[in-house]
């Protein structure tokens, strides 16, 4: 069974950082790409940034976050992190963790965490 476990939400001002964290636990072979989602109340659930896992971690980033967030991951630990700088108001959602996890030999499965909730005061 594997488990994705997102952690770092709160509540900021407007202008403030957060730090956001996804573990994953369970039968891991490896871990392909990881992301980060995000679902405002009365929204879709969008696509905030991404990672991949070849030797540069090549990332995308949603056009509103480009120069305020930045994701990484740490191989060795399973987790991945998203910074999130410069917050505005408009930045309120649930944040979901998400990634590809090569569970065997024959099968890359996609999984998701229950989600951090994020509230940017004004």
């Known amino acids: 069974q594997v488990q994705l476990v997102e952690s770092g939400g709160g509540l900021v001002q407007a202008g403030g950082s957060l730090r956001l964290s996804c573990a994953a636990s369970?039968?891991?072979?490896?871990?392909?790409?990881m992301g980060w989602y995000r679902q405002a109340p009365g929204k879709q659930r969008e696509l905030v940034a991404t990672?991949?896992?070849?030797?540069?971690?090549?990332?995308n980033y949603a056009d509103s976050v480009k120069g305020r967030f930045t994701i990484s991951r740490d191989n060795a630990k399973n987790t991945g992190y998203l910074q999130m700088n410069s917050l505005k108001p408009e930045d309120t959602a649930v944040y979901y963790c998400?990634?590809?996890?090569?569970?065997?030999?024959?099968?890359?499965?996609?999984?998701w965490g229950q989600g951090t909730q994020v509230t940017v005061s004004s």
């Open positions: 990672i991949n896992s070849d030797s540069g971690g090549s990332t």
């Open positions: 369970g039968r891991i072979f490896s871990i392909n790409s």
């Open positions: 998400t990634a590809f996890i090569r569970i065997s030999m024959y099968r890359v499965d996609d999984y």
